[in-house]
């Protein structure tokens, strides 16, 4: 197993520990802190492993799948504690979980074509911006301008989201024609 490989699996492994120190106690700060030091290295390793595979040509199938699918869990598994701790509206968690599930139905069914859909720069900068959202809500700051930050960045979030879905289906509409 290469190294970017190694990366995406340690993202995923970082997952339940992230859980754990959302919602054990979630009125610690020490809690919040270890469980906000715990997405933004989880999150660095999304971008590292990326860079990584490209740069030294250790792109794999394994990584192709795993990669996309451990950024869905991390980014999911955030959102639902915030949901739980009542930190994330409802109706954002499911626009946002809502195209995750649509955006990987259609990739099957474009490889099932023999068709690849790569990230663009709307799903990239989605997958940030959730990234980043996540980051300011962890921390739950009681003061007003940090209050203002997460709220624009929940907009931010949503909007790319939906966004980053629309141009997908649009750049790749033929995927859902049917052919012979």
């Given at each position: 197993m290469n190294l970017p490989n190694k990366l995406t699996v340690l993202r995923v492994i970082m997952i339940p520990f992230f859980v754990f120190f959302m919602l054990y106690n979630p009125d610690s700060i020490t809690f919040r802190g270890i469980a906000e030091a715990i997405f933004i290295v989880a999150s660095l390793t999304d971008m590292l492993d990326g860079k990584i595979a490209r740069k030294y040509n250790l792109v794999t199938n394994f990584g192709k799948f795993m990669d996309p699918l451990a950024d869905k869990l991390l980014v999911c598994s955030a959102m639902i504690c915030l949901l739980s701790l009542g930190e994330l509206p409802t109706v954002v968690v499911l626009i946002i979980i809502a195209r995750e599930f649509i955006i990987s139905g259609f990739r099957l069914v474009a490889a099932n074509a023999n068709i690849v859909i790569a990230?663009?720069?709307?799903?990239?900068?989605?997958?940030?911006?959730?990234?980043?959202?996540?980051?300011?809500?962890?921390?739950?700051?009681?003061?007003?301008?940090?209050?203002?930050?997460?709220?624009?960045?929940?907009?931010?979030?949503?909007?790319l989201t939906v966004i980053s879905l629309i141009t997908y289906l649009y750049q790749n509409k033929d995927v859902l024609k049917d052919q012979n």
């Open positions: 990230a663009n720069m709307w799903g990239k900068s989605k997958t940030v911006s959730q990234m980043l959202m996540v980051i300011v809500l962890i921390l739950n700051f009681d003061f007003c301008w940090y209050t203002v930050l997460g709220n624009v960045l929940i907009c931010l979030a949503t909007a």
